[in-house]
Nanobody, 115 residues
Framework: QVQIVESGGGLVQPGGSLRLSCTAS????????LGWYRQVPGKQRELVAA???????IYADSVKGRFTISRDNAKSTVYLQMNNLKPEDTALYYC?????????WGQGTQVTVST
């Protein structure tokens, strides 16, 4: 069983930046496809960004040019650098790891963008 720990959320003003981190246990991190999702109350969870085991990345249209996903396999960590944050980015952000039948989720970290 993979354990996932997320960190880096918080309160930030519009235009500000945050970096989310997601660190996993185990020695097979490099094989996993990784993703960051977000969810607001009353809405479905949505994909924000994902990075494959080969480090190919995709982004939701709403965050292109502002967010960057990256991975450090040596540290078993995936990052989400979020710049120029907007109030509509406010959500609970989740880390996801997938490989074959394995599908793991973190507990979520809250990001609030507000004055």
């Amino acid at each position: 069983q993979v354990q996932i720990v997320e960190s880096g959320g918080g309160l930030v003003q519009p235009g500000g930046s945050l970096r989310l981190s997601c660190t996993a246990s185990g020695s097979t991190f490099r094989f996993y496809n990784l993703g960051w999702y977000r969810q607001v109350p009353g809405k479905q969870r949505e994909l924000v960004a994902a990075i494959s085991s080969g480090s190919s990345a995709i982004y939701a249209d709403s965050v292109k040019g502002r967010f960057t996903i990256s991975r450090d396999n040596a540290k078993s960590t995936v990052y989400l650098q979020m710049n120029n944050l907007k109030p509509e980015d406010t959500a609970l952000y989740y880390c996801n790891m997938r490989w074959g039948l394995d599908d793991y989720w973190g507990q979520g970290t809250q990001v609030t963008v507000s004055t």
